[in-house]
């Protein structure tokens, strides 16, 4: 069955950087397309980035409010999607999910602190 285990999270400063990891199994994981979402208190689950599967040459995709300061990349042989988070600010707090088709993780809180 698919399993994604997240990882990564913590308390970060302003500024600060974070490399969020998320480890699958289950699945042919280079053939898929894969996503990291979040979701901060009070608001609905947003999109982050994407890594397409291989068919796309795993191009990759971003929401609007990441502006540049994360990058989301893909190791094959490990089965593992990352999201390198950059100049983070208190608006990043959340709970970070990977993401494939229907299927989540059980996430991994961010928390910047001002």
């Known amino acids: 069955q698919v399993e994604l285990v997240e990882s990564g999270g913590g308390l970060v400063q302003a500024g600060g950087s974070l490399r969020l990891s998320c480890v699958a199994s289950?699945?042919?994981?280079?053939?898929?397309?894969m996503k990291w979402y979040r979701q901060a208190p009070g608001k609905e689950r947003e999109f982050v980035a994407g890594s397409g599967s291989s068919a796309s040459g795993h191009s990759t995709f971003y929401g609007d409010f990441v502006k540049g300061r994360f990058t989301i990349s893909r190791d094959n042989a490990k089965n593992t999607v990352y999201l390198q988070m950059n100049n983070l600010t208190s608006d990043d707090t959340a709970i970070y999910y990977c993401?494939?088709?229907?299927?989540y993780g059980q996430g991994t809180q961010v928390t910047v602190s001002p």
């Open positions: 993401n494939r088709n229907v299927f």
């Open positions: 289950g699945f042919t994981f280079s053939e898929y397309s």
